[in-house]
């Protein structure tokens, strides 16, 4: 019996368009973390001289802010956490049910933007091989799946964003406040990780087409491997695809 197996470093790397998909991925992901973490969803201008200072999704900045409908007269300076002890005592008035949701997307555009990046990184590496090889469009199609949801979640989250950032019951004085440069990092991360998305459709796709040719790399492989004893299905195959 005779397998003309190409060798090991022969063996296909990961096409073009998966590499510039990942790259497009991998940059949306970053505007995506500067975003998530950054203090800049909605500032006060400079002149203002207004109490309330700027707020991300988890921070909130004031000086000398007084909550009127708090019983004692305490003043909050500083940048604190939303869910520090310094802000407990208006924590609800600091975290409506609308900016809850818009943690809620984000946070899960997030997880999924990071579980899409661990399985690109396995399919530009191809590591594990034979699972890469075999499964490549499954990986792809996940990573697809995966980041057209984190784009959706994200698209959400900006448009209740948007939709309730000048609320009179939410922060006092919304007039002297503009929409600052995180929320922007989140609508090109949204357009990044959508496009990405597409790309990685049409790549899922390719390789759903050639996952037979995968297939049978993987039998070379095994096939070479100390201690290789065919079956008899096996053998059958190896007949039909001429591979003796």
Not at 13 to 28: C, D, Q, T
Not at 148 to 163: H, K, Q
Request: net charge positive; charged share 15%; aromatic share 16%.
């Amino acid at each position: 019996m005779s397998v003309d197996a190409p060798e090991k470093n022969e063996y296909p790397r990961a096409s073009s368009g998966l590499v510039f998909a990942s790259i497009v991925a991998y940059v949306g992901s970053l505007f995506l973390v500067m975003s998530f973490c950054s203090p800049y969803w909605i500032e006060s201008y400079d002149g203002s001289f207004s109490s309330f200072k700027k707020m991300g999704l988890w921070e909130y900045c004031f000086k000398d802010f007084y909550y009127p409908n708090y019983q004692f007269p305490k003043k909050f300076n500083g940048c604190h956490n939303i869910f520090s002890h310094d802000y407990y005592m208006i924590r609800e008035y600091l975290l409506p049910g609308w900016l809850l949701t818009v943690q809620i997307c984000i946070t899960l555009a997030f997880i999924l933007t990071f579980l899409t990046l661990g399985l690109l990184a396995l399919e530009l590496i191809r590591w594990p091989l034979k699972t890469v090889l075999q499964y490549e469009w499954l990986m792809t199609k996940i990573s697809h799946i995966a980041s057209a949801v984190a784009s959706g979640m994200i698209f959400l989250g900006i448009l209740i964003f948007g939709f309730n950032a000048y609320r009179r019951d939410w922060l006092m004085y919304p007039k002297f406040n503009i929409i600052s440069w995180s929320f922007g990092l989140a609508v090109v991360a949204m357009a990044l990780l959508g496009a990405a998305s597409a790309m990685l459709r049409r790549e899922a796709k390719r390789a759903y087409e050639i996952r037979d040719q995968a297939k049978n790399l993987v039998m070379q492989m095994e096939m070479q491997e100390p201690g290789f004893h065919p079956s008899r299905s096996l053998s059958r195959s190896l007949h039909s695809g001429g591979y003796i």
